[in-house]
Nanobody
Framework: QVQLVESGGGLVQAGGSLRLSCAASGRTFSGYGYAMGWFRQAPGKEREFVAAITWSRGSTYYADSYYADSVKGRFTISRDNAKNTVYLQMNSLNPEDTAVYYC?????????????????????WGQGTQVTVSS
């Protein structure tokens, strides 16, 4: 079993920044080959894709990252394989970014390309962390 624990959410003013973290653990989790994603769900709305990062052997510099159009240029996803942790740096936040943010893991063979946008292919999910952006 794999456990994902998000942290770093909170209340921030519009234009501000937050950095979310997702720590992965579990007896069967090695991180090897896993793609990681962030999704969010606002009240009354469906869950939507935010960002994803593929697996990369060695330096994560070679990992591919993908973003929803609504966050492109403002959010950055990264991962530290040694720490089994994925991050979401969120800058220039606006009230439309208010949502519960979920971390997700896609087991090998994990996604590449547009496949990473599909939430149904992720096998493990965290409990979520609330992000609230005030105007």
């Amino acid at each position: 079993q794999v456990q994902l624990v998000e942290s770093g959410g909170g209340l921030v003013q519009a234009g501000g920044s937050l950095r979310l973290s997702c720590a992965a653990s579990g007896r069967t989790f090695s991180g090897y080959g896993y793609a990681m994603g962030w999704f969010r769900q606002a009240p009354g709305k469906e869950r939507e894709f935010v960002a994803a990062i593929t697996w990369s052997r060695g330096s994560t510099y070679y990992a591919d990252s993908y973003y929803a159009d609504s966050v492109k240029g403002r959010f950055t996803i990264s991962r530290d394989n040694a720490k089994n942790t994925v991050y979401l740096q969120m800058n220039s936040l606006n009230p439309e970014d208010t949502a519960v943010y979920y971390c997700a893991a896609d087991t090998p063979p994990s996604c590449t390309g547009y496949g990473c946008y599909d939430g149904t292919r992720y096998d493990y999910w965290g409990q979520g962390t609330q992000v609230t952006v005030s105007s």
